[in-house]
C-alpha cells in the first residue's frame, strides 16, 4: 500500500510540473490575463457600456467623404471618341435619299441617311461620303454639323446634318471588377448614379452580402459594401467623368475556435452578424468544457478607435492588434453579444473553463499511474 502511494505521489507530481503543457487549442484565462497589454502584445479590451458605445461611434468607410461630382458636359470630340453622323436633304434628292424598310429608294421624299458609327482616327478626322475627310478633335458636335453642311451644300440639296458623340471617354466612366462585365460607361447630362452606371453594363454577379464597391476619383480611393448602396441613399452618389468603378466579390468569414459544439470558418449569411449569432451558428459554448465568463475577439482596430475607448492622446496610423473579452455569465454580458458587430476575418476563442483543464489533468494522472499501480498489485500477490 506504501509503495503503490508512494508511486502515485511521484508520479502525480512529475505531471504536476508539466501542467503548462498539457495539450490545449487555445489560450486561457490565465494566459490572456499574462499578455503583456498593449506593449509588446495586444490590447486587452474587456466589453463593457463603454466599449460598446466607442464601437457604435467608429467611423465606417463611406463614399460621402467625395467632393461634390463634375456635371457632365457637352462633350468636346475627342481622339478614340465614337461620332454619329445623321445627313438629310431636302427633295428631290441626288446623293442622300429616303428609303423604306424594304430598302427601296423613295423618289421625290425628303432624304436622310445615317452614317455608320465612326472612330475618331489619331489624325482627328472622320470621313463623311461626299464631304471627304472632316476634322472633328477639339470641337463640338454643333460645329462638326455646321462644317459637314459647308462641305456638302455645292453637292446636296440643302443638306442638314445632326452629328452626335455615342461614346466619350471625356464623359464617360469606367466599370470594373470581377463581379460585373464591365465597360465603359457614357454619362449623360444627368450624370448618373453608382447603381446606374453598374446596371448598365449587366448588374452584379456575385452574391450581394460577399460584393465590394471601390469608387476612385482624383486619386482618393474608397470601398464600401455593395448593399451600402442599396439601403442608403446618400452613399449612391453622382458619377464624374472619368470615375473608375471596381466592382469585386470578396467572401467574409469569421471564425470560431476553442470550446464550441462545432468550431469552424463560417461565411456571413447575412448584411449583419452579431457576436450572439455567430456563437449560435457554431452551435453555442460546449457545457462541458466551456468558460463563459472568458470568449476572445482577436482582431485589430484603428488606433485612433483605441485612443477613444483608453482615453489616450495621439493614436498612430497602424492599426493596433486586439483582444477583446467577454463574460458571458452574467445577462448583460448576453447584451453586449447581441450589439457586438462581427467583422470579416475575426476569430472568436472560447477558453476552457479551470474544471476542464482539471479534468485533463487527472485524465493523464491516471493514464500515467494506473499502469503502475497494476504493476504493484501484480508484485504484490507474486510476492
Not at 98 to 110: D, F
Not at 126 to 132: D, K, L, S, Y
Not at 268 to 296: C, E, H, M, Y
Request: glycine letters at 10%; a neutral charge.
Amino acid at each position: 500500500m506504501i509503495i503503490r502511494f508512494r508511486i502515485f505521489a511521484v508520479l502525480a507530481a512529475a505531471v504536476l510540473s508539466a501542467c503548462s503543457v498539457l495539450p490545449g487549442a487555445g489560450p486561457d484565462l490565465f494566459t490572456t490575463a499574462s499578455v503583456d497589454d498593449g506593449v509588446n502584445g495586444p490590447r486587452i479590451i474587456d466589453i463593457d457600456a463603454r466599449v460598446m458605445a466607442a464601437l457604435r461611434s467608429g467611423k465606417s468607410p463611406t463614399l460621402t467623404s467625395f467632393s461634390d461630382y463634375q456635371a457632365a458636359s457637352v462633350p468636346v470630340i475627342g481622339v478614340g471618341d465614337i461620332v454619329r453622323v445623321n445627313i438629310w436633304e431636302a427633295a428631290p434628292g441626288n446623293l442622300f435619299n429616303a428609303t423604306n424598310s424594304a430598302g427601296t429608294v423613295l423618289v421625290g421624299s425628303a432624304g436622310g441617311t445615317a452614317i455608320p458609327d465612326q472612330v475618331v482616327q489619331p489624325g482627328g478626322t472622320i470621313n463623311v461620303p461626299f464631304a471627304g475627310d472632316i476634322k472633328v478633335v477639339g470641337k463640338q458636335p454643333r460645329e462638326v454639323e455646321a462644317a459637314v453642311v459647308r462641305k456638302l451644300s455645292a453637292k446636296a440639296v440643302d443638306p442638314q446634318a445632326l452629328v452626335s458623340v455615342s461614346k466619350s471617354a471625356a464623359n464617360s466612366v469606367t466599370v470594373t471588377g470581377d463581379a460585373v462585365s464591365g465597360g465603359l460607361v457614357q454619362l449623360s447630362p444627368s450624370n448618373e448614379r453608382i447603381l446606374d452606371a453598374i446596371s448598365m453594363v449587366g448588374g452584379i454577379r456575385t452574391p450581394i452580402n460577399d460584393t465590394y464597391v471601390s469608387l476612385s476619383r482624383g486619386g482618393k480611393v474608397v470601398t464600401v459594401p455593395f448593399l451600402l448602396l442599396t439601403t442608403a441613399a446618400e452613399e449612391n452618389l453622382r458619377l464624374s467623368p472619368r470615375d473608375v468603378l471596381s466592382v469585386y466579390g470578396h467572401r467574409r468569414t469569421y471564425t470560431i475556435l476553442g470550446a464550441a459544439r462545432a468550431p469552424s470558418d463560417i461565411p456571413f449569411d447575412a448584411p449583419i452578424v452579431t457576436l450572439a449569432q455567430a456563437l449560435g451558428r457554431a452551435g453555442g459554448l460546449d457545457d462541458n468544457k466551456a468558460d463563459s465568463s472568458s470568449v476572445l475577439i482577436f482582431r485589430y482596430e484603428p488606433a485612433s478607435l483605441i485612443s477613444a475607448i483608453f482615453g489616450e492622446p495621439g493614436g498612430g496610423s497602424e492599426p493596433v492588434p486586439v483582444i477583446y473579452r467577454l463574460n458571458l455569465r452574467s445577462a448583460t454580458g448576453l447584451f453586449y453579444a447581441k450589439g457586438f458587430l462581427m467583422r470579416d476575418g475575426d476569430v472568436v476563442f472560447i477558453t476552457n473553463a479551470p474544471g476542464a483543464e482539471l479534468a485533463k489533468f487527472l485524465s493523464i494522472v491516471g493514464t500515467a499511474v494506473t499502469p503502475a499501480i497494476y504493476g504493484v498489485d501484480i508484485y504484490s500477490v507474486v510476492k
